[in-house]
């Protein structure tokens, strides 16, 4: 089930440009590298892109501005990259369309993950995944895509590995189906130490242990031999 | 003495009022001198013209009744006889009383004081003739004797008793004095205290300023040198702070510039083909990373615009403890079902963290327990660790301080782990103490206040 797909790479990096494009190549993808805006716009004109990796600092242009530009065309899904904290909260508290982004130092496996995640919802959602905003509402609790973000029913933040943060966004985007291990596990890739279905198990357990309360005692119900079936209505907004 | 004359306000009423009485004192002794000098003028007058008149109604009666008329014209400070010979400058003999007798058994009758009163009265009433005026001092100084010629040749004796006049009310100027002293001093400590009002006003200001905390300028008001003081001071304070600035920019700009290679470290790495150096290497970068992030966090501090939400500490402990486990370390949690506290995550998950990683590096194994006490989050983290040496407990929290030998051997870091805690768990109004149990191991106590 490994998204293959057309990635843009824009950083300004040489190396990091031949290293995670290289990286990329070898898991299955096609990548074009950019090393500044208007080597982007070219690629982006040659021919149809599934995901951009955007640098937010870039000779000459911001990342951020260069984003929101992109997106006044484009559904095309954007991976932000960054190396300043302080980024973070303007990629995700401003309305630029970024769906993603990652802090340097990350691993390429962080990447890959990142990668997979955006493009299955992006194909789940019929190719314009962000048409449908980035809170997920259930049985009174809300997950923020966005920050990456879970509050309670009372309103209080709840902490969540990210294991269990990805595996939560898997049943939230498929709620009320059988999931099956082998598909929980996909969502999870390269995420947990083991890739057993043990280790999907004890995610569930830790999620379990999480979000279901004496007033919602079974969110995530087993269904013997197969997976797991999220049973709340979930609400996007 | 110099501890009562410490403030300033003293030591201005102190020279206030020395200032004020030499002043005054001064002022007192030239105006006493003038009115002196006026009053003996006066005398001298009023006494030659006296002698003047005594001499001319002398000459004007006959000899048998000179004696009885000088009599008469006799009184107060003067006392007359009329006799044929000059007796100042003769001595025994004169029909005067016994002090003038004495007054005739003084020493040259020419002395300088005697000289000048009789210059003076020549001055005085010119009509006097050089060669008339004979003046001798007798024994005691208050008397003196004044022989006139008279026309005839015969002489007019005067003895002058020199009346000082009443000092002019000494008691008075004394009392007067400390008056003045008193109201000066009164006045001064009030003006003086109201003056450094401003000046202590500021260094309290100051002084009430947490040592970390940023301090807002002061505000330029009151006197000129007050109002130059606050501004110098502001503008000491804000270079201070653009030096620090500066530094922490640059610091924070080298631990940002660093992740570009890291991440290219990152990359290189899943070339490698032999797995066991991929994992050393992983392990090497993994440990720069942490350095870096735990320096960028300290340098962070409370400039993290995260803002403080309602944090539900269970899950994120057991966030924690679980990635140990996952990591095959040993950690337990006790908590109970939820417990939230306004918060900042990130903050206080990497607190925590820290606290958990310490305990599983030098002690092997952690034991968190969450409960409540009071209004209060009690977090105990505990290890079987050798603890830490009972000097060093309050050290240990400064930055980039290590302990010695064993506790610091067995991890990376560059020992900002405690400081980056101490300090996250104070900007929630929280606080860390750290205790070694007597039976070994060491606990670090976290309380976090449950309302803002």
């Known amino acids: 089930m490994?998204?293959?797909?057309?990635?843009?790479?824009?950083?300004?990096?040489?190396?990091?440009?031949?290293?995670?494009?290289?990286?990329?190549?070898?898991?299955?993808?096609?990548?074009?590298?950019?090393?500044?805006?208007?080597?982007?716009?070219?690629?982006?004109?040659?021919?149809?892109?599934?995901l951009v990796i955007l640098d937010v600092m870039l000779p000459g242009a911001s990342g951020l501005d260069l984003c929101r530009e992109i997106r006044r065309t484009s559904h095309v899904p954007i991976i932000m990259l960054t190396a300043r904290d302080s980024e973070v909260d303007r990629i995700v508290g401003l309305e630029i369309g970024a769906d993603d982004y990652l802090v340097k130092p990350f691993s390429p496996r962080e990447l890959l993950a990142r990668i997979h995640a955006v493009l299955r919802r992006m194909r789940m959602a019929g190719g314009t995944p962000r048409a449908a905003g980035h809170l997920l509402r259930f049985s009174g609790w809300t997950l923020d895509t966005r920050r990456r973000e879970l509050t309670n029913p009372e309103g209080a933040v709840v902490d969540l590995s990210t294991g269990e943060y990805d595996l939560l966004l898997t049943f939230l985007e498929n709620p009320q189906k059988v999931l099956s291990r082998d598909h929980l596990m996909d969502a999870a890739k390269n995420r947990t130490p083991t890739g057993f279905d043990r280790a999907i198990d004890i995610q569930v357990s830790r999620l379990r242990r999480k979000i279901e309360r004496r007033e919602d005692p079974e969110m995530v119900k087993t269904v013997r031999g197969t997976g797991y079936f999220f049973a709340p209505e979930v609400e996007r907004a | 003495m110099i501890r009562v004359l410490d403030s300033l306000a003293a030591r201005t009423a102190v020279v206030a009022v020395l200032g004020i009485v030499v002043v005054h004192l001064a002022s007192l002794w030239t105006y006493e001198h003038a009115i002196e000098s006026e009053r003996h003028a006066v005398h001298a007058t009023r006494l030659a013209d006296q002698l003047v008149v005594m001499k001319r109604t002398l000459a004007l009666v006959p000899p048998a009744e000179r004696?009885?008329?000088?009599?008469?014209?006799?009184?107060?400070?003067?006392?007359?006889?009329?006799?044929?010979?000059q007796i100042t400058a003769r001595g025994p003999g004169a029909p005067a009383a016994s002090e003038a007798g004495r007054a005739a058994d003084a020493p040259p009758p020419q002395?300088?004081?005697?000289?000048?009163?009789?210059?003076?009265?020549?001055?005085?009433?010119?009509?006097?003739?050089?060669?008339?005026?004979?003046?001798g001092a007798g024994a005691d100084p208050h008397l003196a004797v004044v022989g006139l010629r008279l026309p005839d040749g015969s002489w007019l004796n005067v003895r002058l008793f020199a009346t000082a006049p009443p000092p002019a009310g000494g008691h008075g100027s004394v009392l007067s004095t400390s008056l003045m002293a008193a109201g000066v001093l009164l006045l001064s400590l009030a003006i003086s205290v109201w003056l450094t009002r401003p000046l202590r006003a500021m260094a309290k200001r100051v002084a009430g300023t947490a040592p970390d905390a940023p301090l807002a300028p002061l505000p330029e008001t009151g006197p000129r040198e007050v109002r130059e003081l606050a501004h110098a001071f502001n503008g000491m304070q804000a270079r201070i702070a653009d030096l620090?600035?500066?530094?922490?920019?640059?610091?924070?700009?080298?631990?940002?510039?660093?992740?570009?290679?890291?991440?290219?470290?990152?990359?290189?790495l899943e070339e490698i083909p032999e797995p066991d150096l991929?994992?050393?290497?992983?392990?090497?970068?993994?440990?720069?990373?942490?350095?870096?992030?735990?320096?960028?966090?300290?340098?962070?501090?409370d400039a993290e615009?995260?803002?403080?939400?309602?944090?539900?500490?269970?899950?994120?402990?057991?966030?924690?403890?679980?990635?140990?486990?996952?990591?095959?370390?040993?950690?337990?949690?006790?908590?109970?079902?939820?417990?939230?506290?306004?918060g900042r995550l990130v903050a206080l998950k990497r607190a925590i963290s820290n606290l958990l990683d310490n305990a599983l590096a030098y002690g092997g194994a952690a034991r968190l327990s969450l409960s409540e006490a009071d209004g209060w989050a009690v977090l105990t983290v505990a290890d079987d660790g050798p603890g830490i040496p009972e000097e060093q407990l309050a050290a240990v929290l400064e930055p980039f301080v290590r302990l010695e030998a064993s506790r610091s051997r067995a991890t990376g870091g560059v020992g900002l782990g405690l400081t980056i805690a101490?300090?996250?768990?104070?900007?929630?109004?929280?606080?860390?103490?750290l205790a070694n149990r007597p039976q070994g191991g060491l606990t670090v106590t976290v309380r976090l206040p449950r309302t803002r």
């Open chain 2, 67 to 85: 004696e009885g008329v000088a009599h008469d014209l006799s009184g107060g400070a003067l006392d007359a006889h009329w006799s044929r010979e």
């Open chain 2, 244 to 268: 620090i600035a500066r530094r922490t920019r640059a610091l924070a700009a080298v631990s940002h510039d660093l992740r570009t290679p890291m991440t290219r470290l990152r990359f290189r």
């Open chain 2, 305 to 342: 615009a995260e803002p403080v939400r309602a944090l539900d500490l269970v899950p994120l402990l057991t966030t924690l403890v679980d990635d140990a486990r996952d990591r095959g370390l040993s950690a337990t949690l006790e908590a109970p079902a939820t417990l939230v506290v306004p």
């Open chain 2, 278 to 301: 991929r994992a050393a290497m992983a392990a090497d970068i993994g440990e720069m990373e942490q350095m870096v992030e735990a320096t960028l966090s300290y340098l962070r501090g």
């Open chain 2, 111 to 135: 002395a300088p004081a005697t000289n000048a009163l009789a210059a003076e009265l020549r001055t005085l009433a010119p009509e006097l003739g050089a060669s008339d005026v004979v003046v």
């Open chain 1, 2 to 50: 490994t998204s293959e797909g057309h990635i843009l790479i824009v950083d300004d990096d040489a190396e990091i440009r031949r290293l995670a494009g290289r990286f990329l190549r070898e898991n299955g993808h096609r990548v074009t590298p950019a090393r500044d805006a208007r080597e982007m716009w070219e690629a982006l004109e040659a021919g149809p892109v599934d």
């Open chain 2, 422 to 433: 101490d300090a996250a768990i104070r900007a929630h109004g929280g606080t860390l103490s």
